[in-house]
């Protein structure tokens, strides 16, 4: 079928990543894995952190970054954390262990999450972690445990009254018995401020709910708690794909686009282009003046000695990753091709949320480069150099699992043993739904390392002995 300009999103261009793709180290490395395998730029981490800290210090607002650790498991970013005195945002005694295991101080650490469990918030104390408390139950087992520990480090975390129904944080009523049971138990638990993590992206939202905190640490202050720090949560929107071309995919997508006429709505999509993103939403929060009026957030905190805690999981991740699949077979379709990857759709998690992964995968072709690639067919010389259009599926038995139900138009037919990259996959798409389903191994996460203008290569975590 001839490809007449489908709808395509291609991720913003990243030449230096672009630069490591055009040589043979993809290749290598699906040749060496003989399976999909993540690739993970810890350098580009630094510079999302370093955005993040050089936002706060041009506004002048004392500040802390953790990053929220969900957002990707490798170990590679708390590695990073760890020698830069960056925080991490942990949700589990998991990821409590993995962080203090890679040498991240208790004290850089933040426990958010619901009703944590009781030995999660043990080690929280004992390792002198903040908490984050999400309800009234969960602060008396502080105060309880603090019987037998140190005294606890303690946020309240607030419920959005912009979203009432989000199942997370302490309503109205139950912050005024939070804080009263926070000034009677003085000695056991160092009550430091309070806390939010608001959905979607906007940032207004985020500045008005930081002002309404920035009040309630002067109110508690007055009951004799030291109340100075506030956390805004994560959020801060990944901008992955022109503003140009993400008008026009989203104009131009219809049922027609996609293998078996799978829908989507266009709103369960990620806003995959976002005009403010990174360090600059952070920016556009200090900037903005909470509810409307009166000085914009970064004089408020300033004024009432507030220091500003935020937890970015995807941002810090922007661009900082992608994933390499190899193509194992393909098949034709009425109009269309049917590629099967050689992984499945777990690691690409956006396509189990009624979803879709939506920044276009690349296409690295074997055969130009590599003579006779054992196993494989002789590449030679392409017969057919006509764009395609195909969807991509997992090595499964599911219909379910595909990596991408849209019908991508690649500049030529793709082949066995070509390699699909999907961009920037980092933040939360590599391993949030990983499993060794039909006993596939995970893909194995390779760390780039660059140091005097080379480029090495490890894993992430060695190999059991
Ligand atoms: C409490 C909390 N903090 C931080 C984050 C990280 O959010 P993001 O990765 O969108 O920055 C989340 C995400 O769910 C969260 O629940």
């Avoid at 409590?96 to 004290?107: I, N, Q, S, T, Y």
Wanted: overall charge negative.
């Amino acid at each position: 079928m001839a490809v007449t300009n489908p709808p395509s999103l291609p991720a913003h261009p990243d030449p230096r990543l672009d630069a490591i793709l055009a040589g043979d180290l993809p290749h290598e490395l699906a040749h060496a894995f003989g399976g999909p395998f993540h690739l993970l730029l810890p350098e580009r981490f630094d510079a999302n952190v370093a955005a993040f800290r050089t936002a706060l210090d041009e506004a002048g607002v004392d500040g802390h970054v953790y990053y929220a650790k969900k957002a990707n498991k490798a170990a590679a970013w708390i590695e990073r954390c760890a020698v830069n005195g960056t925080g991490v945002d942990v949700a589990s005694l998991g990821e409590l262990r993995e962080a203090l295991g890679h040498g991240v101080r208790g004290e850089n650490l933040v426990v958010t999450g619901p009703a944590k469990s009781d030995d999660l918030l043990r080690i929280a104390v004992l390792q002198g972690c903040l908490i984050a408390v999400d309800a009234l139950d969960e602060l008396d087992r502080i105060v309880a445990l603090t019987t037998v520990t140190r005294p606890a480090r303690l946020l309240l975390r607030r419920l959005p009254p912009a979203q009432p129904h989000s199942r997370f944080g302490l309503d109205d009523a139950e912050l005024a018995t939070a804080l009263q049971r926070c000034a009677d138990a003085v000695g056991s638990v160092r009550m430091e401020g309070f806390s939010f993590h608001l959905s979607g992206y906007a940032t207004q939202p985020r500045a008005d709910l930081a002002g309404e905190l920035v009040e309630l640490c002067l109110k508690a202050r007055a009951m004799g708690l030291p109340a100075d720090r506030i956390s805004i949560g994560g959020g801060f929107a990944v901008d992955y794909a022109a503003a140009g071309d993400w008008e026009r995919f989203l104009a131009e997508q219809g049922p027609g686009d996609y293998h078996a006429g799978k829908t989507f709505t266009p709103a369960d999509f990620y806003p995959y282009h976002s005009p403010v993103a990174g360090a600059d939403a952070l920016r556009a929060i200090l900037a903005a003046r909470p509810s409307g009026g009166g000085a914009p957030l970064a004089d408020r905190l300033r004024e009432a000695g507030v220091t500003l805690l935020m937890e970015p999981g995807r941002a810090l991740l922007d661009r900082a990753g992608c994933t390499v699949f190899r193509v194992q077979g393909v098949k034709e379709r009425s109009g269309y091709a049917i590629l099967t990857a050689d992984g499945t759709s777990l690691s690409l998690s956006e396509q189990w949320f009624n979803s879709e992964y939506l920044p276009d995968p690349v296409l690295l072709t074997t055969g130009e480069r590599r003579e006779g690639a054992p196993g494989l067919p002789n590449p030679g010389e392409r017969p057919d150099t006509a764009p395609v259009r195909a969807c991509v599926g997992g090595a499964t038995c599911l219909e379910s699992d595909m990596l991408t139900w849209r019908k991508v138009a690649f500049p030529v037919r793709p082949r066995p043993g070509d390699l699909l990259v999907y961009p920037n996959t980092a933040g939360y798409q590599m391993d949030s739904n990983e499993s060794p389903f039909h006993d596939l191994s995970l893909p194995p996460k390779v760390v780039l390392d660059e140091a005097d203008g080379r480029v090495r290569w490890r894993l992430d975590r060695r190999p059991p002995s």
